[in-house]
C-alpha cells in the first residue's frame, strides 16, 4: 500500500472521534451478535469497515450480503488486542525498513509491549475468523475474515478467491 494512503488512514484513526460511527448501516448485515462484536472494535476501525463496505456497495450496488459481512467484520481480531495508532505506524514502518525484526516480532507475545503491534498485524485475522465462528456466520464469511491479509496468489484455485479479492481491492483503498 502506499506511503500516502497509510498516511490517510492514519490521520482519519486520529480523527476517528470526529466521525459518527453509521451503525444502522452495520445493523443492515449484522446479527445481533455480530453487530455486539464489531460495536467492541475500536472506533477508527468501525469506521475504516464501514469505509471498506461503502467502496463495495459503490463497486456492486447488490452487493452479496456474505462479502458485507466480511467487509464490516474483517478487523474484529484486531478488539483482542486493540493498539493505538502509534503503534499501528511502527508496524507499517518497522515491515517496510526492518523486515528480520518484523519477522521475529510477529511471533512474540501479543502482552509484550514491543511485540503486541507486530503480532495483531499478523494474527488478527485468525483471531477475528475464531470470534465470528461464535456467531451465526458463513464459513465463506469466517474464510474472507481469516484470509483477508493472505496474498491472493495463494488462493487463485480457491472457491472464495473472486470475493477475497474485492475484499482485499476495498480494504486497501481504505
Known sequence: MPATRRLQQGV???LAFTTAVDYDLAAQ???????????????????????VLRALLRRQ??????????ALLHDVGKSRYPLRVWQKTITVLVR??????????????????LHRPFVVAEKHPQ??????????????????????????DQW???????????????????
Open 127 to 152: 483471531w477475528g475468523a475464531e470470534l465470528i465462528s461464535e456467531t451465526d456466520a458463513s464459513e465463506r464469511v469466517i474464510w474472507l475474515i481469516a484470509h483477508h491479509a493472505d496474498s491472493l
Open 61 to 70: 450496488p447488490d452487493l452479496d450480503h456474505e462479502l458485507a459481512i466480511a
Open 29 to 51: 448485515y449484522l446479527s445481533n451478535e455480530q453487530l455486539t462484536r464489531f460495536q467492541r472494535m475500536q472506533r477508527n476501525e468501525q469506521l475504516h469497515s464501514l469505509n
Open 96 to 113: 517496510a525498513f526492518a523486515p528480520t525484526w518484523y519477522n521475529r516480532w510477529q511471533h512474540g507475545d501479543p502482552e509484550h509491549g
Open 12 to 14: 482519519r484513526a486520529l
Open 156 to 174: 487463485q484455485q480457491h472457491p472464495y478467491h473472486d470475493d477475497l479479492a474485492l475484499l482485499k481491492w476495498a480494504d486497501d483503498r481504505n
